[in-house]
């Protein structure tokens, strides 16, 4: 192979992982740089935590560092540099899952022996990016990088006595200590003197998370949790907030999340989130999207919407709690033809902005959810206006074999139950065998009719028929949002 491992890893993850950045770029860049080399040696040393990082939602240097977390510290203190230790903290969790995705389509398997075979065959070019300072951490670690060294170092060098090296180190510890000692008292007297000018850096910081923290989940025919997503710059609170959804709604999975520094680390009214919840437990497909001070509910049946607004909102004093679909329903009629232009179009542009490079099976469902299949009454024939929409996944999902999707077919209440429950499952196959055609694995996908089982709109009206006659996309064997796919272990707990 001819390829520089570690320039590679800067070319693919620092793009995705820098992308939309403004604050302490430059440093960012640097401690991504630096991480790479170490990241790769533990690897190496630990195949076994190549499996956990892989089996983790949002794998996080606390997972790297779990045998001694202090250690992790003294590592950020070092690699942050002037930035402060959160935001590059922020930055390497961001990328140790794409790290891990690059690595997996460079060594062809996702198995852990296939990557450290990978990093030993590129060894040179990893060993001589490493820090100098990062020998003593992998050390600290229990990594002896000394076998990699060796085969850049002189011969001479090995003959030195294991007694020579305490000597030196021995001279060398005192002389570190004063050094560390210094640097620390030099730091403490330019915090106290600069404090006036640390101020409004630290804003700048905070004003950095310009979007709003979010929550969005769903519930199905039961009231039970079917999709939930998180994003909030918090990731101690995300872990909070995650045992509480799978406590409230006895789910074990929990929700998709992300924690980045682009998001706010707080929710306006955070501490109502569990009661909210526990109250839209229970209601039949129902949505709830919490963002900034909006806080909107929707259900299939209007009136329950209306009825669950009604007992969030004491409870959310600082927002307004909104029932989008049953306000319009109640004022408007819908335009079928606007609306299917809308949410084709959407769904166009949502696809566009995937990048190759980095395909999530959230990203590629959430996508193709916002356009509207509307199939001729009692037809399973797919409408050209889609067509281009699903030709743009198919290309998507060929790139990424690990994106696999449930299509779920769905009618009104018009007709016979059984009739639709056939007709619905032959509109999903079609979907289905359609994005087979354009070169999907059949692997990727799976079709499941429910008929009229799972109306989100009112089947006394037009307009709610023709919301429910539809086709949606789910994440395959998990309804969380999770991006990986889940083990068998987790798919027999659903």
Same mark, same amino acid.
């Given at each position: 192979?001819?390829?520089?491992?570690?320039?590679?890893? !800067?070319?693919?993850?620092?793009? %995705?992982?820098?992308?939309?950045?403004?604050?302490?770029?430059?440093? &960012?860049?640097?401690?991504?740089?630096?991480?790479?080399?170490?990241? /790769?040696?533990?690897?190496?040393?630990? +195949?076994?935590?190549?499996?956990?990082?892989?089996?983790?939602?949002?794998?996080?240097?606390?997972?790297?560092? @779990?045998? $001694?977390?202090?250690?992790?510290?003294?590592?950020?203190?070092?690699? @942050?540099?002037?930035?402060?230790?959160?935001?590059?903290?922020?930055?390497?969790?961001?990328?140790?899952?794409?790290?891990?995705?690059?690595?997996?389509?460079?060594?062809?398997?996702?198995? +852990?022996?296939?990557?450290?075979?990978?990093?030993?065959?590129?060894? $040179?070019? %990893?060993?001589?990016?490493?820090?100098?300072?990062?020998?003593?951490?992998?050390?600290?670690?229990?990594? @002896?990088?000394?076998?990699?060294?060796?085969?850049?170092?002189? +011969?001479?060098?090995?003959?030195?006595?294991?007694?020579?090296?305490?000597?030196?180190? =021995? #001279?060398?510890?005192?002389?570190?200590?004063?050094?560390?000692?210094?640097?620390?008292?030099?730091?403490? #007297?330019?915090?106290?003197?600069?404090?006036?000018?640390?101020?409004? *850096?630290?804003?700048?910081?905070?004003?950095?998370?310009?979007?709003?923290?979010?929550?969005? /989940?769903?519930?199905?025919?039961?009231?039970?949790?079917?999709?939930?997503?998180?994003?909030?710059?918090?990731?101690?609170?995300?872990?909070?907030?995650?045992?509480?959804?799978?406590?409230?709604? $006895?789910?074990?999975?929990?929700? =998709?999340?992300?924690?980045?520094?682009?998001?706010?680390?707080?929710?306006?009214?955070?501490?109502?989130?569990? @009661?909210?919840? &526990?109250?839209?437990?229970?209601?039949?497909?129902?949505?709830?999207?919490?963002?900034?001070?909006?806080?909107?509910?929707?259900?299939?049946?209007?009136?329950?919407?209306?009825?669950?607004?009604? !007992?969030?909102?004491?409870? %959310?004093?600082?927002?307004?709690?909104?029932?989008?679909?049953?306000?319009?329903?109640?004022?408007?009629?819908?335009?079928?033809?606007?609306?299917?232009?809308?949410?084709?179009?959407?769904?166009? !542009?949502?696809?566009?902005?995937?990048? +190759?490079?980095?395909?999530?099976?959230?990203?590629?469902?959430?996508?193709?959810?916002?356009?509207?299949?509307?199939?001729?009454?009692?037809?399973?024939?797919?409408?050209?206006?889609?067509?281009?929409?699903?030709?743009?996944?198919?290309?998507?999902? &060929?790139?990424?074999?690990?994106? !696999? /999707? *449930?299509?779920?077919?769905?009618?009104?209440?018009?007709?016979?139950?059984?009739? $639709?429950?056939?007709?619905?499952?032959?509109?999903?196959?079609?979907?289905?065998?359609?994005?087979?055609?354009?070169?999907?694995?059949?692997?990727?996908?799976?079709?499941?009719?429910?008929?009229?089982?799972?109306?989100?709109?009112?089947?006394?009206?037009?307009?709610?028929? #023709?919301?429910?006659?539809?086709?949606?996309?789910?994440?395959?064997?998990?309804?969380?949002?999770?991006?990986?796919?889940?083990?068998?272990?987790?798919?027999?707990?659903?």
């Amino acid at each position: 192979m001819n390829i520089n491992l570690i320039d590679l890893l !800067k070319q693919k993850v620092s793009a %995705v992982v820098l992308e939309g950045e403004t604050e302490h770029l430059s440093e &960012k860049s640097q401690a991504l740089s630096s991480f790479y080399p170490i990241l /790769l040696s533990i690897f190496k040393s630990k +195949p076994e935590l190549i499996s956990n990082l892989q089996n983790q939602l949002n794998p996080r240097l606390s997972d790297i560092f @779990s045998a $001694n977390p202090a250690l992790k510290n003294q590592f950020l203190e070092q690699i @942050s540099g002037t930035v402060p230790t959160a935001v590059i903290e922020s930055t390497l969790n961001r990328s140790i899952a794409p790290t891990l995705g690059v690595l997996e389509e460079e060594a062809g398997s996702s198995e +852990p022996n296939a990557i450290v075979h990978l990093i030993e065959t590129h060894w $040179n070019d %990893v060993s001589n990016a490493l820090p100098h300072w990062a020998l003593a951490l992998l050390s600290a670690l229990g990594i @002896s990088t000394a076998s990699g060294h060796s085969l850049h170092q002189a +011969p001479e060098t090995e003959p030195y006595p294991v007694v020579e090296e305490k000597k030196k180190t =021995g #001279f060398l510890l005192p002389l570190i200590a004063l050094i560390i000692l210094a640097a620390l008292l030099a730091l403490i #007297f330019r915090a106290c003197s600069d404090k006036k000018e640390t101020e409004p *850096t630290t804003m700048a910081t905070q004003t950095a998370a310009s979007e709003p923290a979010k929550l969005q /989940l769903s519930t199905g025919a039961i009231g039970d949790l079917t999709t939930c997503q998180l994003y909030s710059g918090n990731a101690s609170y995300v872990d909070i907030l995650q045992q509480n959804i799978k406590q409230i709604f $006895n789910h074990n999975l929990g929700c =998709g999340a992300e924690t980045t520094a682009n998001y706010h680390t707080e929710f306006i009214d955070q501490d109502a989130i569990p @009661s909210v919840l &526990k109250l839209v437990k229970g209601v039949p497909n129902a949505s709830l999207t919490w963002i900034g001070n909006q806080l909107s509910v929707q259900a299939a049946n209007p009136t329950d919407a209306q009825q669950l607004a009604a !007992k969030i909102q004491p409870l %959310v004093r600082n927002m307004t709690v909104t029932t989008p679909a049953a306000d319009m329903a109640a004022s408007m009629p819908m335009d079928n033809n606007t609306a299917i232009t809308s949410g084709n179009n959407n769904a166009e !542009k949502a696809l566009a902005e995937i990048n +190759p490079d980095n395909i999530r099976a959230l990203d590629v469902a959430t996508a193709l959810n916002l356009q509207i299949i509307n199939f001729d009454t009692a037809s399973a024939q797919i409408p050209d206006a889609n067509k281009a929409i699903l030709d743009q996944a198919a290309g998507l999902m &060929k790139r990424a074999p690990q994106v !696999k /999707l *449930t299509v779920k077919g769905h009618t009104d209440a018009v007709g016979n139950a059984n009739s $639709n429950k056939t007709l619905s499952q032959k509109r999903a196959q079609a979907v289905v065998d359609y994005l087979v055609q354009q070169g999907v694995d059949p692997a990727q996908l799976q079709p499941v009719g429910y008929g009229q089982e799972q109306p989100v709109a009112d089947n006394a009206t037009p307009e709610g028929q #023709f919301k429910n006659r539809r086709i949606e996309f789910e994440v395959l064997n998990t309804e969380t949002g999770v991006v990986r796919e889940v083990n068998d272990e987790g798919i027999k707990q659903q």
